[in-house]
């Protein structure tokens, strides 16, 4: 499928959905409004950090968009707009851009923003003895300087096709220097000081956020005074939490409950597009995974469809690539073809003709009925021989745990998922596949290395024609799947909840549920 194919396709289930959320949504009259102070909204997993160079998932990102905000946009159909920046330019080559700062607005300590303050944070954020995971975002970036009050300069040592839509990522967010400064490069803080619609007030930790309007906010003020995040692991809970009225949206609801919660007629179901990919990593420098017989293997002896049709009731689609079909540089490749026999030969090939022993790690409440997805596939595994065992963490020791050096990594595979929120391939593969990016400071926990990809990999963020970029990804692409570094699962599709008596909700494919503009009826 050709690139404008696929962004022709998620525009248009973005523009459905978008469109579903309006119906939910259609703004009151103003005298009609009721008097409510308190959003409550329940998501299944607590931020690991709002640190932006310590945030590492979704739940991070929809909480901290909230206080911090970045220096562009992307809109739900994928274009990028002003934020705290209002507009850039580059030189001929595309390695030197300049970005003029937004005017009039401050910190929410009273900080004014200036070219100055990004500059120290974006600094911040490439500083290698920061360790951020995320750096991998502006890795071209040489240098970073205020070369005006309101206008910021980056230099890059080539040329980053990425540049632009990297910059409109949650994680690179701006935070007052005041906050950094003295901070060493290992330190945090718990609470971020950012430029946004709100105010973090309160974090109770394994329990809930408390963010409060900012009435200097230099755009529109949200209508609703106070935002709570309730961290609610347990699908069925959180259904109840929304049922009861204790909470007023829900996110990640289970396939299986849709038809109860339509059928409340105080709840609207929103069905969203997404862009993650389910997969399950190997520990790919760790016996028996090294082989690729033995990671194809266990491609086969799962049943993909199956775990799509009979767990989420047809919500998604089995991945054909490591990354979705709305992304750049995306071709399809698969799936590997649910066959227990094939899977029971390649293992005897491999010398495992009886199977083996496995731990299989697993996150619980972070994505749709995760624990349920690996039961499956424990149960699938164990058809062909393989003896899993499975083992879950809370999200934030999940990650933590899944986060060691290579000599540390204690975990034979793992599940997660990643959404290609800037809609590019050098997010989705670059950061998860490339050598470079091992654990403990990038994401390729799973300790993946090929030779060629790299080389593929890093040619296409510095080819700016994107006919000649996609290529290099499609021949990446291939050499992945071949490869068989995890187990492909499948493209999540993503399913909220909110009581009628709500409006303005943005249901974002990238995966944040953002609430700047919401109102109760």
Known sequence: MSTQTNLAR???????????????????????????????IAIGAEPESLDPVRMTSAPAATVGEHVVERLIYMEEDGTLTPMLATSWEANEDSTVWQFEIRQGVTFHDGE???????????SRFVNPD????????????????????YTLQLTLAQPFAPILSHLS????????????????????????????PYVMDRWSRGDSIRLSVNEDYYGSTPQIPNLV????????????????????????????????????????????????????????IREPFTNPLVRRALNHAVDKQGIVD??????????????????????????YAFDPDLARELLAEAGYPDGFSMTLHHPTGRYPLDSTVAQAVQ?????????????TREWTSYLQFTSQPPDQAEYDAFMLGWGTVTLDADYGLFALLHTRQWNPNGNNRGFYSNERVDELLDAARVETDPARRAPMY????????????????????????VRTNVGGLIHHPLENLSAWDAYFR
């Open 10 to 40: 998620f525009v248009l289930l973005v523009t459905v959905a978008i469109l579903a959320s309006m119906l939910v949504a259609c703004g009151p009259a103003a005298d009609t409004a009721v008097e409510r102070d308190t959003l409550t």
């Open 112 to 122: 004014p923003l200036n070219a100055e303050a990004v500059a120290i944070n974006l």
């Open 130 to 149: 920061v360790g951020a995971a995320y750096a991998f975002l502006l890795g071209s970036v040489r240098e970073i300087e205020a070369v005006g009050e």
């Open 169 to 196: 990522h949650s994680f690179i967010g701006i935070v007052s220097p005041n906050q950094l400064q003295g901070l060493s490069p290992e330190q945090t803080f718990e609470i971020p000081v950012g430029t946004g």
């Open 229 to 284: 995040f309730n961290f609610i692991p347990e699908e069925s809970a959180r259904i109840v939490a929304l049922e009861t009225g204790e909470a007023d949206a829900i996110m990640a609801v289970p396939p299986a409950d849709v038809d109860r919660l339509q059928g409340d007629p105080n709840i609207d179901v929103v069905f969203q597009t997404a862009v993650r990919t389910i997969y399950i990593s190997f520990n790919n």
């Open 310 to 335: 009979s767990i989420f009731e047809g919500v998604g689609f089995v991945a054909d690539a490591p990354i979705p079909d709305a992304v750049f540089g995306h071709t399809s490749v698969g799936p």
């Open 379 to 391: 149960s699938m595994l164990a058809d062909v021989g393989i003896n899993a065992t499975l083992e």
């Open 474 to 497: 499609h021949e990446a692409v291939q050499l992945i799947w071949d490869d068989a570094p995890w187990i492909y699962l499948y493209n999540a599709g993503q399913i909220n909840a």
